[in-house]
């Protein structure tokens, strides 16, 4: 008797750790969530930005130095920012060529004409003719006709360049605002200066780490 109790009791332990076994198998692994968005706020929300207005720009140091003074004056508190900025520098008028046989035919022809400014660029790939440099647009174009009555092609081109610049930015203020006649009672030639809103940094993009995976129990 006490033989079959024993044996009933070993089934019975074998039968019990083989369910465990199975069922262990069967949990699911818990991953831990990361929410999105800045602490202390809500996930995937982000605080609006607040107010910057900009002015400039100002192209001499002198300018700037005394622009700066007078917002002082006037109760703000600038904050220069140097940049550059692509601006207008002229018309240029030209005669582009085939070759450079073109090319000296092209010289030759204008200086005839009287114009004697004309020059052949060297090393061009396309072989022009510099015919003048004009910071009048209609000055160009009066200099093309010109040019294309001797039956050549003039190309009337606009010039660009990058210039130093400062700005001042004043954070806080809001673009409205300081356009609203708080400049009027300065020197400043506001007629020649642009008021607008501060750039945005750009923000390195981040890449969150992964949470790690929560054992089962």
């Not at 019990?16 to 991953?31: D, E, I, M, R």
């Not at 061009?124 to 009555?149: H, K, M, P």
Request: overall charge neutral; some cysteine.
């Amino acid at each position: 008797m006490l033989r079959i109790i024993v044996i009933v009791l070993a089934a019975a332990n074998a039968l019990y750790f083989g369910w465990a076994h199975w069922a262990a198998g069967k949990q699911p692994v818990l991953t831990a969530v990361v929410a999105s968005g800045k602490p202390g706020g809500k996930a995937g929300t982000q605080l609006p930005a607040p107010p910057c207005a900009t002015l400039g720009p100002f192209h001499d140091e002198l300018l700037a130095e005394q622009a700066e003074q007078q917002l002082v004056r006037s109760g703000l508190r600038p904050e220069r920012r140097a940049t550059s900025e692509d601006i207008h520098d002229g018309w240029w008028v030209y005669v582009a060529n085939a070759g450079s046989a073109a090319q000296a035919r092209t010289l030759d022809a204008i200086r005839r004409s009287g114009l004697r400014d004309a020059f052949a660029m060297t090393d061009d790939a396309e072989f022009r003719v510099s015919v003048g440099l004009f910071s009048d647009e209609q000055r160009a174009e009066e200099r093309a006709r010109r040019i294309r009555n001797l039956k050549l092609d003039a190309v009337v081109k606009e010039r660009r360049k990058e210039q130093p610049v400062i700005w001042f930015d004043l954070p806080g203020m809001a673009r409205e605002a300081l356009g609203d006649g708080r400049l009027a009672g300065t020197s400043l030639p506001l007629d020649a200066l642009r008021i607008e809103a501060c750039p945005v940094p750009a923000e390195a993009p981040t890449t969150p780490s992964p949470a790690p995976p929560v054992e089962p129990v």
